[in-house]
């Protein structure tokens, strides 16, 4: 594992992120606040015996903590299709990438910046780099990476992938549009808020968090792939975490799906939601 130089700004960021002043961060950790500003300042390092708790109240990996990127270890479960020759979501894009690109429409052109939230082949990143964002395109399977860049280079266009865990990933940038389609079941229950947070501070004022998660229903029978690291929403979840927000658009379906080569259907919350000066 390679320290760098860059601990004291990530411990400031994280700190930032979470909300805490130095003084209620150093209440947490039981340390003097001047603590925390030498380490903020590079002056000092932690202590090796504060690392655990220093990563927990930060919401990090202690290998994050200390270098900047997470072992990924959790293998995507789509992995194994993502190695097949066929495009497992197809070279498509979604619906809700289209409504996206329809509010931005006037906008577009002046270089906005997008994240793909577990872009999975590139379906849609590919579709928003056609339509001129600047796309960042965020993926955990290492085959689902490599697809994204053949697909991206045959349709001669340029993606931005940042191979990486949502979960606890540092954002360092204010975005234009934030969008995810079927994958924020993959957050934790207790790192929603904070995620949903982190999303909502790193847009720009009028810029658009668009996402769609998959809701339960007692009437819809959980699909045959659904995994132990998956969590349904509940309707109205979407709306709530945007409430300070305009909504644009929220709407529950019933799709139908074929992953699996299962036929099955879902039930699906979208929203399209965009930031207002407050
Ligand atoms: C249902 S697929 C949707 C893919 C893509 N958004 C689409 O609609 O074509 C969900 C994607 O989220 C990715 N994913 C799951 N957990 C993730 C995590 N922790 N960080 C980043 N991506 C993740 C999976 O690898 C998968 O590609």
Redesign the pocket.
Known sequence: MTIDNKIGQRITLLRKEKGYTQEQMSVLLNVTPQAISKWENNNALPDTALLPLLAKVLDVSIDKLLTGNSTIE?P???DSE?TKEEYY?GLKH?ELAERVVEIMQDEVQQDKLLL??????G??SVYFSKCGFNVDS????VP?VEKIKQYSQSAGCSVNIIH????G?ELTTLYDVIY????LQ?LPLDQRQNHFEKYKRHTCIGGLNAHLVFVEKPFIKVAPDWEKNEFFYMSGDLARYYHDWEILQCEEQIIDCNSANIFHQHAVNYIIARKINS
């Open positions: 959790t995507s479960p789509y993502y979501w979604s793909d939230i577990g872009s999975g082949e379906r849609d965020l993926e955990i399977s689902g990486a865990n949502m979960i990933y995810s389609i079927g994958s993959f």
